[in-house]
């Protein structure tokens, strides 16, 4: 009796649950925000051929601009699964173990916590064995076109008339 009741629990432990708490759910809204941006990005490429699902960041980082302006640098990794592309996010898909993960970098401008399209955010991801140095230096780089620049002008510095 008591083996059958252990083999149920940990059957049970092992499906998540309808209303289970996953990473993504985890999120503050405004790096979910980035995070669906870049999903959005995957599922419009023809070379990528998996579904693929937030799994954890790596690094997230906020600078406080002026006027409600904030900007985000969010480095995560997302993991396929064996869903078709272009699952549902309420679809549960298993995870593939067979494939990288994709190692993902967003840089982005909010404005009240909305998300700005000026300047456009930048996307990187790559399956993670093929990052390089060069690409990391890369993302870097275009990451503080990005970012917060402590001299660039401000509502007080605009002239009027």
């Not at 083996?3 to 790096?31: F, H, K, M, S, T």
């Not at 693929?52 to 601009?65: D, H, N, P, T, W």
């Not at 990187?124 to 275009?142: F, G, N, V, W």
């Amino acid at each position: 009796m008591s083996a059958g009741l252990l083999l149920l629990l940990c059957a049970a432990a092992a499906l998540r649950p309808a209303g289970a708490v996953g990473p993504y759910d985890q999120l503050p809204d405004v790096y979910r925000s980035g995070v669906d941006l870049v999903l959005e990005q995957l599922r419009s490429h023809a070379s990528v051929q998996h579904h693929f699902v937030y799994l954890r960041s790596v690094e997230k980082a906020q600078i406080q601009g002026n006027f409600g302006v904030n900007y985000f640098n969010h480095h995560f990794y997302l993991k396929p699964t064996t869903c078709a592309k272009g699952a549902s996010k309420e679809q549960h898909c298993p995870f593939r173990n067979d494939r990288p993960l994709m190692d993902c970098l967003i840089c982005y401008k909010t404005i009240s916590g909305q998300m700005d399209s000026n300047p456009k955010p930048y996307i990187h991801c790559m399956q993670k064995p093929r990052i390089t140095r060069e690409m990391l230096a890369a993302r870097e780089a275009e990451c503080k076109k990005v970012s917060y620049n402590p001299g660039a002008a401000t509502i007080l510095a605009l002239k009027t008339g």
